[in-house]
């Protein structure tokens, strides 16, 4: 007889207490509170047939999104398919997720996850991994409709309520509906203020709408509630340091930087992401990071052949442009052109957007600025097929900027300036811009 768990999904295994036990792993990872995998880990100690245990502890894996980790995945893949004859159709959802991310088709594992979620809408977990995959896969939209889609399920007496309106105000966001996704943002953080995934949705809106001094306020208030015991902190606090230097406060954001986001030590390839993105930003807007690019290129530069997953190559090439590693820099273009050519998911973002970023970028690092523009203006349009938010993709945005300003072309500077003012008009960042785009010569075309 089947077994349920805390939400009312079937789960088959006999030991409803096992089934209790990840109904909490589920929740840390939902709150991105540590830790979900050793709190699985300990459960496939006593339980080593809990296929539903090893299903969950593949899609953690998968959506880590970094190569170091691939080998656990393979592991806990291989381990529930060998006891797939066991699973009922859910978990056996969850398995061919797993598989698919593992062979590199991540948008067949995301649409699978997304299936569990349809046929079992309060299956959290199903429709957090497909959230965190639709993410990685830049699916905007998705990230808000697939909440969309389970939420008449949902309502406050179900345990996880607020994990899910998180889930729907970073949605939301990225659909564009600011309002609403604050509102929806708030509402979850304040059900469980250590929601880090509830207060990051509610600081991308204040990102997106240039309220930075509300953000350095939120996130500095709200810290003490989601930073302990979290895996997400260094995220929060990547986005704190944004709203710092969008309140000319770069030495703020370096103080982020050094005692917080690399406060892990850059294990993962998440955590060199914005480690990458916000030395990126700062160096951009002429202010000296010393000596921090080198860690970041050291840790970027055992993955440079890896191919998993282009953004993550992208950021890897700001750091080798940072450290000036030339020789590096080819050697990961080149590899992210090979992956062009293959198949999969990555192959599509490295074609489509991870080539030309990657070159971009570079050409950008020797000072080549027509060209960084000609890799990276085409690219605008189409970022998100490489994955990331808005805010992420924005380093795009800032390095055409930049880039036209060094270049002293007039009409593509107040182009780009004119864009970024649109939608933050008291940035100082971009009115720094705007005044350096002013001195330069009008030339006309034609
Ligand atoms: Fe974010």
Not at 355 to 361: D, I, Q
Request: hydrophobic share 45%; net charge negative; with cysteine.
């Amino acid at each position: 007889m089947s077994k349920f768990d805390k939400r009312g999904n079937p789960v088959s295994y006999h030991s409803q207490s096992a089934i209790d036990d990840l109904d909490k792993a589920f929740e840390l990872l939902a709150a991105y509170q540590a830790d979900p995998m050793a709190a699985t880990d300990a459960i496939l100690a006593e339980h080593p047939d809990f296929v539903m245990a090893h299903a969950f502890r593949a899609g953690m894996f998968a959506t880590a999104t970094d190569k170091a980790f691939e080998a656990e995945l393979i592991k806990s893949v291989t381990a529930a398919e060998a006891l797939a004859g066991k699973a009922n159709g859910r978990e056996q959802l969850y398995i061919k997720a797993a598989r698919a991310w593992l062979d590199g088709d991540f948008e067949r594992g995301v649409e699978l996850w997304g299936r569990v979620s349809i046929a079992y809408p309060r299956d959290l977990t199903a429709l957090q991994f497909a959230h965190v995959g639709d993410f990685f896969l830049g699916y905007s939209h998705m990230l808000r409709d697939r909440v969309a889609r389970v939420l008449p399920h949902w309502d406050r007496g179900v345990p996880g309520y607020g994990f899910v309106l998180g889930m729907y105000a970073f949605g939301l966001e990225e659909a564009g509906e600011y309002a609403l996704a604050e509102e929806n943002g708030r509402e979850a953080y304040a059900l469980n203020p250590q929601d880090g995934w509830a207060a990051h949705a509610v600081a991308h809106v204040l990102e997106m709408q240039g309220r930075a001094k509300e953000g350095v306020d939120f996130l500095g208030k709200t810290a003490g509630q989601w930073a302990p015991n979290s895996l997400f902190a260094y995220h929060l606090f990547w986005h704190k340091a944004l709203f710092h230097i969008d309140t000319n406060d770069a030495g703020g954001a370096l103080n982020l930087h050094d005692e917080k986001v690399s406060a892990g030590g850059f294990g993962q390839a998440l955590e060199l992401l914005d480690g990458s993105a916000l030395l990126w930003r700062l160096q951009l807007l002429g202010h000296d990071v010393g000596e921090r690019w080198n860690d970041l290129a050291d840790k970027w530069e055992t993955r440079l052949d890896d191919g998993y997953y282009v953004f993550n190559d992208a950021n890897a090439m700001m750091a080798l442009v940072g450290t000036q590693r030339t020789d590096a820099q080819k050697r990961l273009i080149a590899s992210v052109k090979r992956r062009a050519s293959g198949q999969g998911t990555n192959a599509m973002m490295c074609r489509e957007v991870g080539v030309p970023a990657c070159e971009g970028l570079a050409a950008f690092g020797r000072g080549d600025y027509a060209l960084s523009i000609e890799f990276l203006s085409p690219v605008r349009a189409k970022a998100n097929r490489f994955g990331g938010s808005h805010a992420q993709r924005d380093m795009f945005s800032w390095t055409l900027t930049e880039a036209a300003i060094r270049l002293g072309d007039r009409a593509l500077a107040d182009a780009f300036v004119a864009e970024r003012l649109s939608w933050k008009p008291e940035s100082p960042v971009n009115r720094a811009w705007a005044a350096r785009a002013a001195t330069l010569k009008q030339v006309r075309a034609g």
